[in-house]
């Protein structure tokens, strides 16, 4: 159970969880009970989601080839330990599993829902699956974006109160750039190594430098939309409590870390995103009509 655990990539989980907290919390301001269950068929799907695209990622860049050589955590088809039919088969049993949460969700909400779930799931699957996947070409950051920022923080808000607001998009920019921020780190660890099997993600496009810069943009990014989600309460200004560990992080991208030294970053970057997440949840709370 371990492998499938490790397999799983725990550190990546707080992309899933933290937009359905802030997506489900802004109900609050606007007048809205929360509907737990919903809350929780909306965590369902992202989770199921999440843990199903780094299996198929485990699965799709372990049958091409392109994990032979890694610095980061154990990819369960590389090493061995697991074999790439039954990673491919985990793969798909989570994106079942959030097929019929998904489905069960749209079935209180809104069939429209079926069509973004679709959508996600083949999103998911050709990242780095298909012929000519995506992820290969340098627009990963883009779907993590719009799927566990936009789609994740609107799409849970939606699953409240059957809208799609200003608000619920302003603060999916910052679940959005820091999920984003997850990835970009993963990448420049990775750059190396993907640039020699021609996986030609940002950071392999734009360089080692530039890359740096994009995800010190990125953070700068989320700390400037949250702020302004002031707009929605005061309360917002408590998400600056993030800026110290976000510094910390920045320098140590600036100062050039690489390799294996970018591992506990991204550690650090899956806990400043969930901690932005509780402190957004907190203001929501805080500021509940």
């Given at each position: 159970?371990k492998?499938?655990i490790l ?23 606007n ?29 799709s860049?372990g ?15 590389a090493?061995?330990l ?6 491919k088969q985990?793969?798909?049993f ?8 998904g489905?069960f ?6 069939r429209?829902l079926?069509?973004?779930g679709?959508i ?5 699957w ?23 920022g ?7 808000y ?9 608000q619920s ?38 360089g080692?430098?530039?890359a ?6 990125l ?5 400037v ?26 320098v ?7 390799g ?12 400043l ?17």
């Amino acid at each position: 159970m371990k492998p499938w655990i490790l397999g799983a990539r725990p550190r990546t989980l707080p992309a899933a969880i933290a937009p359905v907290l802030v997506g489900t919390t802004l109900a609050l301001p606007n007048g809205l009970n929360i509907n737990w269950l919903n809350a929780l068929l909306a965590l369902l799907v992202s989770l199921f989601l999440q843990i199903g695209v780094n299996y198929a990622n485990d699965y799709s860049d372990g049958v091409r080839g392109t994990d032979e050589v890694r610095v980061g955590p154990m990819r369960l088809v590389a090493s061995g330990l697991k074999s790439a039919k039954s990673v491919k088969q985990a793969a798909f049993f989570l994106f079942f599993l959030a097929s019929i949460s998904g489905l069960f969700l749209a079935l209180r909400t809104s069939r429209w829902l079926i069509l973004v779930g679709l959508i996600a799931i083949l999103a998911a699957w050709n990242y780095t699956g298909g012929d000519k996947p995506y992820g290969y070409q340098g627009f990963g950051e883009i779907s993590v974006f719009l799927f566990f920022g936009v789609v994740a923080t609107a799409g849970t808000y939606f699953a409240q109160s059957q809208k799609i607001t200003w608000q619920s998009l302003l603060i999916s920019i910052p679940m959005g750039a820091l999920s984003c921020t997850i990835l970009a780190i993963n990448n420049l660890r990775d750059l190396p190594k993907d640039a020699l099997v021609g996986k030609h993600t940002i950071a392999v496009r734009i360089g080692d430098k530039r890359a740096r810069w994009m995800i010190i943009a990125l953070i700068v990014t989320a700390i400037v939309a949250g702020l302004l989600a002031a707009t929605i309460s005061p309360w917002v200004f408590v998400t600056l409590l993030i800026v110290p560990l976000a510094i910390r992080i920045g320098v140590a991208i600036n100062q050039g870390a690489q390799g294996a030294a970018l591992i506990p970053l991204l550690g650090k970057a899956g806990k400043l995103q969930l901690f932005f997440a509780l402190l957004m949840t907190f203001a929501l709370f805080m500021a509940r009509a």
